[in-house]
């Protein structure tokens, strides 16, 4: 990992060099670079290229940016250092949202650069509101860019094409992982079980979770798992996620179709699984009120940090950690005496990773960080966000005034998703004014930061954040550049161990469909009742399940389906 942080160095290094020396070119023997330019802090900018000269192609660059969150002034520190690090003259579009964007955009001021859903790249591009971005010059011009994106989906430019043409840019968001599993692990040796693999491991576990006093207290209070009933991405979903499917997600269907997963065959048997489990009491009866993620006793974290469940897959990874501010976490502390003690010496705040196995020694109890369990096919996953994130970075017209102004345009993205310099400038801000070095040699806070008169929570006196950060949270190896062992614990121990590793099934659909709005609330109310009581016993699945299946395609599902379809088919 370290080789390609590297890399992208070299290569930022090696874009600011090109422009340096163009620059020197052009003007070699004129004045030193113009006073105003300069940005507005104490920077530490590669520059260098600031003495243009007169004939030298200084492009304007109106900028919209992805949201409101646009700096209160004209001249800020991340727009000057885009002017001086990029010779170009950058001119900020104050927009506050979407109906704004589009008043603006049916004027005709359509700025050069601003973010908008997907849904609106072919209609923006019919009426000649954006540009054409010639793939040839994605390649060559944000070469780091194009292989993350073609790393994470090599169709990921249809999303964003028109009639095979290129009219927006798709965006990443990495720090988006498949959910963790955890099992507890003092449970795992009072009943001197191994750690589950396969589904049939895990229901062996659950029955002596149920039924040997897993926690020691000579009563029968303890449960195999629960779920999460406010939200239904979390429903049992590395147990269906075991039989290759989620009820409410699209899915593949064969080679070429989407289908809802709720509609698979595989659901029906995972589903009867589900009934089985309760019947045989391994699933805690107030699964039908237990909440995702909540301060208080009535989520799955406190029935897992407090010992009424020994299994849990509905957390992201961040809560995951050991370093007393997520949420299980907190809640596994707060139940541990040893862990509280532990965590009374400052110096142990981020020096602990997850647990993959139970650990010889150290505080008690832990939770092991498992893989979602391998169901009788031989299929494995667990839930993950889509990590195409729904917003698209447009140009308009403007920006192809010269292919130099659009080819400077590309340069200052690829800067930003992967110069660590560049980046860093822009969404934190300046050394010495908003961060310094720690001793491991991490970037963190100036202590005296938030007291400063240029401190804002956005970032909007500096123009710091993701006004101009339109590639915020992009290149995962970003992540940890700044934030020091807080952010180390999070992205690299964490995410790394335990997330990134997870087989992860997330939506097929990655545009929104016109049919959703219309049918989808209802469909999903309807699914939910009926999943409840088929695990419940109260309908017989295999009386039921065919005639659910078609009682949703008739209300909705069928034009879902082929509205999901139609869209499938244009990016094949
Ligand atoms: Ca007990």
Redesign the pocket.
């Known amino acids: 990992m370290k080789g390609i942080t590297k890399k992208y160095c070299v290569i930022g290094l090696i874009v600011i060099l090109t422009l340096s020396m163009m620059a020197g070119c052009s003007g070699k023997d004129n004045n030193p670079e113009p006073a105003t330019s300069a940005p507005a802090l104490g920077g530490n900018n590669a520059s260098g290229q600031g003495d243009e000269g007169n004939s030298a192609v200084r492009p304007k660059i109106s900028w919209a940016g992805m949201t409101d969150n646009y700096p209160l002034e004209d001249e800020s520190y991340a727009a000057s250092y885009l002017e001086e690090n990029f010779n170009v003259d950058i001119e900020i579009v104050r927009v506050d949202d979407p109906q704004q964007l589009n008043l603006l955009l049916s004027t005709n001021d359509v700025p050069d650069i601003f973010a908008s859903s997907g849904t609106d790249i072919r209609k923006y591009a019919e009426n000649g509101i954006i540009s054409e971005i010639p793939m040839e010059l994605i390649k060559t011009h944000m070469p780091n860019y194009y292989k993350l994106v073609m790393e994470f989906d090599d169709k990921v430019f249809s999303y964003a094409s028109v009639d095979g043409k290129v009219f927006a840019l798709p965006l990443l968001e990495s720090t988006v992982s498949p959910v963790p599993v955890a099992i507890r692990g003092d449970w795992l040796k009072n009943v001197g079980a191994d750690i589950p693999v396969t589904l049939q491991e895990l229901e062996d576990v659950f029955v002596k979770f149920r039924n040997e006093?897993?926690?020691?207290?000579?009563?029968?209070?303890?449960y195999g798992l629960t779920m999460a009933s406010d939200s239904v991405s979390y429903w049992f979903q590395t147990i269906f996620g075991a039989f290759g499917t989620h009820p409410f997600l699209w899915l593949k269907s064969g080679e070429r179709e989407l289908a809802y997963g709720f509609t698979l065959p595989e659901t029906k048997d995972a589903l009867k699984l589900l009934h089985k489990w309760y019947g045989m009491d391994l699933i805690d009866p107030e699964f039908v009120t237990d909440k995702r993620r909540t301060n208080g006793q009535d989520d799955v974290s406190y029935k897992f940090a407090s010992g009424r469940v020994g299994y849990i897959d509905t957390l992201t990874y961040d809560d995951h950690q050991w370093d007393n501010d997520g949420q299980l976490n907190a809640k596994w502390v707060a139940n541990a005496p040893e862990w509280q003690q532990f965590f009374n010496d400052a110096d142990n705040t981020y020096v602990t990773t997850a647990f993959t196995e139970i650990p010889e020694s150290g505080p008690q109890p832990v939770y092991v960080n498992i893989k979602p369990p391998v169901g009788p096919e031989g299929k494995s996953s667990s839930f993950s966000p889509s990590k195409l994130r729904g917003h698209y970075i447009m140009l308009g017209k403007g920006a192809l005034e010269s292919e130099e102004k659009l080819i400077r345009i590309l340069q200052i993205f690829e800067a930003d998703v992967s110069d660590e310099e560049t980046y860093v400038n822009l969404e934190i801000g300046p050394e010495g004014v908003v961060w310094e070095w720690n001793d491991q040699n991490q970037r963190v806070y100036k202590k005296e930061w938030m007291d400063s008169d240029k401190y804002h929570p956005q970032g909007r006196i500096l123009g710091t954040g993701i006004f101009f950060d339109l590639f915020f949270q992009m290149n995962p190896e970003f992540n940890t550049v700044f934030g020091g062992p807080r952010a180390e614990q999070r992205y690299k121990k964490t995410q790394e161990l335990i997330s990134t590793t997870l087989p992860g099934l997330s939506n097929q659909l990655l545009a929104p469909i016109e049919s959703a709005a219309k049918y989808n609330a209802e469909l999903q109310n309807m699914l939910m009742e009926y999943i409840i009581k088929a695990i419940m016993g109260e309908v017989d699945i295999d009386a039921t399940y065919d005639a659910t299946v078609q009682k949703w395609l008739d209300n909705g599902g069928r034009e879902m389906t082929d509205e999901a379809n139609a869209w499938y088919k244009t990016t094949q």
Request: net charge neutral.
């Open positions: 006093d897993p926690d020691r207290n000579g009563k029968k209070d303890t």
